[in-house]
């Protein structure tokens, strides 16, 4: 076949024709790797983070108008963009032009921490803003939905894009209809006066003519008379886009396999992830018939190739011009819509595609096929129509029509008087997921009367594929709609629909009960749509109604403290600096490791993984791999030339396993290539044979009945708990468990290696959170000394305790790589390929017995800790360690007993993550002093009260700490919060609603900071400054987004008494800061910001002589008097931290520099028949001393709650029974989305705090308050148990974490999932393991 050509516009008048595109090739890749335009990132390569949002624009000769749409560059496949005008956020603004108002407004408001996020968010807005320059605040989170951020809390991001709504600038923050800026709250401080975190008057206005316009070249080419067949051929693959229908039929007449590629959300995710090949593809785009919509009395008939958005769009645009009865159908669709996957898909994802993708939980099909719709096809025999009906979807990824057929449209039928439409769905999360079970519904009655005239219901999610309830509307069709024939419909349908306990998807008592809630709640519309009509009359009780959930976003509150009346204007500690990269971040100029430019020769390296738990490894064949295009090597562990091991604690832990593996995820060796595809190719091609060996062990269960633990086994104990259990008035028994978590860096880990040449020198670029171990581990297995070995950091894309261990590892496997071929060598992990391989946060399983008073207060503690700690010990030991340092958490418990212990598992080993350990030591805390309450049926912040520590205080470890700061944020949370008034409020709601609960919570926190490993705590600063005055600073620590770098130019600023300007920090490096120690522990910044000043001081001072010497003087004739009087303008700086220790012998010590403390307040609204919540309301108040940065520190607030919030309540990592991790990608693993930020989310920072143990009396504030995110959990918990006590259920309950709507919609325990028979355990296998 002839090549043909294909163009496109990039960047700002940048025209791209690409005479041999590869049909593999996707959008991404080619701007990354061709274009090197490398602002649009990698994140998951499925359309599920946004992190490679474009803008595509097309013009549309039949109507001549352009259209522009956000889509992610990781679906679209490059030959599918002929004609098409892309615009990348380098084409928007950058640096050295001028920047974009959307990137500027992101950065200003502090949306962007790490960065990595930014580029996709500043083009979901953009696209937004080229079709609606003034959008509403409901447009903008529907834009935003499908861009995930790990590190902000979204709210920030949310505060920039707002500014460019006209909507009403009331917060609503004093109730409805009453602004904060009618000064009612503070009336000691006017607005005005208050701090703000930016100015929008600051702001460059949005001038949409100025905008880029669409390539003329590109309309020339669209209205050409005589457009062409094109056809591209790749290595595997050919590409053909016919321009006729009757082409169309031909070709897929003539290879009736070759998949029809529309939006490619199917079939690119199927290529990518399951390795399905088509050796050819047919791409009907520029089929005309395919899009043309038409209008019958019947209904409507929409193109099959017609883009969700544009049905969505279609359909509301008819909505308001028909007859309301008509439109039911229509209503219902655009309702689906709107929550289908996000717009990015939307925008791209066609009608046929969904249709003919046949998913099983597919959101249109049950919603079409109840609506009686139907489809229009054509092959070679001809044209017919048919039906979409139960008969139409056949099994998994299946449909009726024969292989041959193309469909050409679908039609939309109108609604009935008297006929009623309703689409329900559940999901993991909100917005942007595929739901855990939808349907469709649809009644007829003939006219005046409740008797039903037809019916028909679909479910999503029963099933492997869309299912028909048909027996259910069987029993209800010629009844009376009434309770009599509902309840009959609901026990037929639990039996039509019945799972079996292991059937594929799992939560299966969740999506049975799913299934009768949503046909209650079509009963509840359809009673009232019956009582409009005057059809029956009797009242639904108010109680009885279910509103949607709240969704509109409030505005926030950001406090914090003013700098001193008397600080010089210059300093800027203290003030709300922006970070120091965000503009470039915002524009995509900003530089992560991936970005480095491809060096000559550079070779890319991709692992191979055992896909076995426990097993021996009987024979590795690579021969196929080496056959490959492209492939170079393969590295095992005979090729590493020194250690082959890690050790820690007396473990040793394979770089790439030798003879055995024990987990699935494990490295096995490496494929090295010239490309990513080849590598990976390579990859697949490689062959392992194994030998199972027998149990192996995955449940923290299993562990312990084997004693398979890491040692040590740690415990603690103070006064004497069995003796004071004999003395208390009562004692409550109960457990916990708390999943893991995936970091979720949106940055996967990504290293380059780069020999330099001589005498084994390497340059090894990596993304970490500790340069320096990279560089001990990549010396110690290359055998080389250290100094050969030099680390550099530029910034992380997020890190989160992950880029520690496991980074070094893969940096010293692609060292090897790099030292055997004498060649860079790169190695980026791809999501999936990261979740698998890296392990996470560690799975806890708490034991606890309480004794306590019957006036609260808790006498006796007894608490045992088990975590799951994978296949190899990493850190767990000190994780372990750290869960029982925090177990008191503010809680004076006289008679204290932790023990911990980490379970050896055949999981892929887990390791740190933020908050180390004290995220799941606190929560079972707090879940016991929370049962206690219920147990004694008093409110469960009295309860925390009672218990608090007060006046000068001695935790368990004995250590002495005054707790008022503490007090004074509990208080001061509960003071803005309006605690007790909200409580009441709470309680009426619950009373006037059963099937909407309310809860609310308030949880404090005490989090000790630096390291318990005393030689930890220390840091390093090398400080240049140049002739020309402008001052290079190198320090220890790695800018992951939180911002140290920022902080550290402003320390700098303040010692040298110069503008932050002057200050330039280009990375991070073994070789200018020798023996660094991590980014962690939420020391960073209290380390290095002393070593940094240490070394402005010194350098200061020597400057001194100059400055008396010509007091008028400027800093740059200083600096250069001092070069001439030859005074070194170079200093290092150093910080010896305190001496920490803990003597676990003795059970004493003094772990911590000292404590950040907080409080929280959170109120959801829970739907109890589908455990879907929101969060309405969060009050945070932080004691961080004097913040160095308060848009720094707030945002690091804000993130880590929302980190937690994912941790307590949506991500949920599954094992298959043989320990294969299911959850690989933002498909299947949740993270909070803006749909999951609180509507009002307020963060106080405690005013007048002082910390003499940090830099200018700062706190660190990295960790602590993820644990706060669990104030949901409990807020959740208490909506639960409102719900409950409708049930009659009172007393203590369990509810593990996270509380997935799963987990509070089955702890309701309705009537409905009342009805679903338990599955007995052991009579079936589970899908996934509970570990
Ligand atoms: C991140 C993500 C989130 C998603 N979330 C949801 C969700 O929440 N709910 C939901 O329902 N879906 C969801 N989807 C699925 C998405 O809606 C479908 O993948 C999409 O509609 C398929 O359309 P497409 O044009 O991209 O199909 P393609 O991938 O281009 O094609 C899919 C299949 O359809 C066939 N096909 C396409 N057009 C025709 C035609 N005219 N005639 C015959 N065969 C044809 C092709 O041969 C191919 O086999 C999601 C997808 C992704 C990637
Ligand atoms: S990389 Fe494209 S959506 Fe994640
Ligand atoms: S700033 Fe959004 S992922 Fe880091």
Known sequence: MQLSTFTQVLKYKFTVTENHADPETMLLSFLREKLRLTGTKYGCGGGGCGACTVMVSRYQPATKTIIHYSANACLLPLCQLHGAAVITVEGIGSTKTRIHPVQERIAKAHGSQCGFCTPGMVMSMYALLRNKPQPTMEDITQALAGNLCRCTGYRPIVDGCRTFCQETNCCQANGVGNCCLNGANNADEPEHEKPQLFDKDDFLPLDPTQELIFPPELILMAEMANPQTLTFCGERMTWVSPTSLEELVQLKTSNP??????????????????????????????????????????????????????????????????????????????????????????????????????????????????????????????????????????????????????????????????????????????????????????????????????????????????????????????????????????????????????????????????????????????????????????ELPEKMQIKPLPREIQRSLQEFQHVSKGQSNQDPVGRPIMHRSAISQATGEAVYCDDIPKTDGELFLALVTSSRAHAKITGLDVSEALQLPGVVDVITSKDIPGKKVRSMFGYHEELLAESKVSCIGQMVCAVVADTRAHAKRGAAAV?????????????????????????????????????????????????????????????????????????????????????????????????????????????????????????????????????????????????????????????????????????????????????????????????????????????????????????????????????????????????????????????????????????????????????????????????????????????????????????????????????????????????????????????????????????????????????????????????????????????????????????????????EPLRQKDPKGSWESWVRAAFFEKISLSATGFHRGPDLYMDWDKMEGQPYAYYT???????????????????????????????????????????AFMQGLGLYTLEELKFSPSGLLYTRGPSQYKIPAVCDMPLQFNVYLLSDSHNPHAIYSSKGIGEPVLFLGSSVFFAIKDAVAAARSESGLVGPFSLDSPATPERACLACASRFTQKIPDSKPGSFKPRALNI
């Open 257 to 538: 396999k070759a998949p029809l590629v529309m939006g490619n959300t199917n079939i690119g995710p199927d290529m990518r992830f399951k390795g399905v090949q088509h050796p050819l593809i047919i791409s009907p785009t520029r089929v005309t018939e395919l899009f043309e919509v038409t209008q019958t009395p019947q209904g409507v008939c929409l193109g099959a190739g017609c883009s969700l958005s544009e049905v969505r769009s279609l359909l509301e645009k008819l909505v308001p011009q028909l007859p309301e009865e008509k439109t039911e159908l229509f209503k219902a669709l655009i309702q689906q819509l709107g929550n289908l996957g996000s717009q990015q898909i939307r925008n791209v994802a066609s009608l046929g595609g969904n249709i003919m993708s046949a998913y099983p939980n597919s959101d249109l099909n049950p919603i079409l096929a109840a609506g009686n719709s139907k489809v229009s096809v054509i092959s070679s025999g001809g044209r017919r129509e048919v039906p979409l009906n139960q008969d139409f979807f056949v099994s998994f990824g299946k449909t009726i029509l024969k292989p041959e057929e193309i469909l050409v449209s679908v039609f939309i039928p109108f609604s009935r008087k008297g006929e009623f439409v309703r689409a329900f769905r559940q999901a993991p999360r909100k917005e942007s997921s595929f739901a855990t079970v939808t349907t469709g519904m649809r009644v007829f009655f003939s006219e005046g009367s409740r008797v039903v005239q037809d019916i028909s219901i679909y479910y999503g999610g029963m099933g492997p594929t869309t299912v028909s309830a048909a027996k259910t509307c069987a029993a209800i069709v010629a009844r009376p709609w009434d309770d009599e024939t509902l309840s009959r419909a609901y026990d037929i349908l639990l039996d039509e629909l019945a799972l079996p306990p292991s059937a594929p998807g799992g939560k299966v008592e969740f999506r049975r009960s799913l299934t009768l809630s949503f046909l209650f709640k079509f009963n509840l519309e359809v009673l009232q749509k019956l009582r409009e009509m005057n059809v029956i009359t009797d």
């Open 687 to 1103: 062959k392992i044979s194994y030998e199972d060996l027998p149990d192996p062990v995955f449940t923290i269960e299993e562990a312990v009945e084997k004693s398979s633990f890491f040692e040590p086994l740690r415990m603690i104990e103070r006064g004497n708990v069995t003796e004071a259990f004999k003395s208390v008035d009562q004692v409550y028994e109960g457990e916990m468990r708390m999943g893991g978590q995936e970091h979720f860096y949106m940055e996967t880990q990504s290293m380059l290696v780069v020999p330099v040449g001589e005498e084994t020198e390497f340059n090894v670029y990596v993304s970490t959170q500790w340069p320096t171990l990279t560089q001990d581990a990549v010396a110690e297995t290359l055998d080389i000394p250290s100094n050969r070995v030099t680390c550099h950091v530029k910034r992380i894309g997020g890190a989160f305790g992950g880029k520690v261990t496991k980074t070094s590892i893969l940096a010293s496997i692609t060292s090897v790589a790099a030292w055997k071929t004498n060649h860079a060598v790169r190695c980026v992990l791809e999501r999936g390929e990261d979740m698998l391989i890296t392990g996470g946060r560690h799975p806890i399983l708490g034991k606890y017995k309480v004794g306590f008073m019957n006036d609260g207060r808790i006498v006796a503690a007894d608490i045992q800790y088990f975590t799951n700690a994978g296949n190899t010990v990493d850190e767990s030991v000190l994780v372990v360690e750290k869960i029982l340092l925090h177990m008191d958490n503010t809680y004076n418990i006289p008679n204290l007993r932790g023990r911990a212990a980490a379970c050896r598992t055949n999981l892929p080993s887990n390791t740190a993550f933020r908050g180390f350990g004290v995220p799941q030591s606190i929560m079972v805390v707090e879940n016991m002093v929370n049962d206690v309450a219920v147990v004694l049926g008093r409110p469960p912040d009295q309860v925390r009260e009672i218990n608090m520590y007060k006046g000068l205080s001695v935790t368990h470890y004995k250590f002495e700490f005054s707790p008022e700061n503490m007090l004074r944020c509990w208080e001061e949370c509960k003071a803005k919060s309006d605690y007790s008034a909200r409580r009441r409020a709470i309680d009426q709601f619950n009373q006037q609603s059963r099937w909407k609960k309310r809860g609310m919570s308030l949880i404090p926190i005490k989090y000790g900071i630096a390291f318990a490993e005393s030689f930890l705590n220390q840091a390093a600063a090398l400080v240049h400054i140049y002739k020309d005055g402008s001052v290079l600073v190198n320090h220890g620590g790695t800018e992951m987004g939180q911002g140290i770098h920022t902080k550290i130019q402003q320390v700098a600023s303040r010692e040298l008494h110069i503008p932050p300007s002057k200050i330039y920090i280009s990375e991070t490096s073994t070789n200018t800061v020798p023996n660094t120690c991590p980014s962690a522990a939420s020391f960073g910044t209290d380390a290095n910001g002393m070593a940094v000043k240490n070394a402005c001081q010194t350098l200061y001072q020597r400057l």
């Open 1157 to 1199: 403390f907080g409080a929280c307040c959170c109120e959801v609204e829970l739907d109890c028949l589908t455990g879907d919540y929101r969060t309405v309301k969060t009050d945070i108040v932080v004691d961080i001393g004097r913040s160095l940065n308060p848009s720094v520190d707030i945002g690091q607030i804000e993130g």
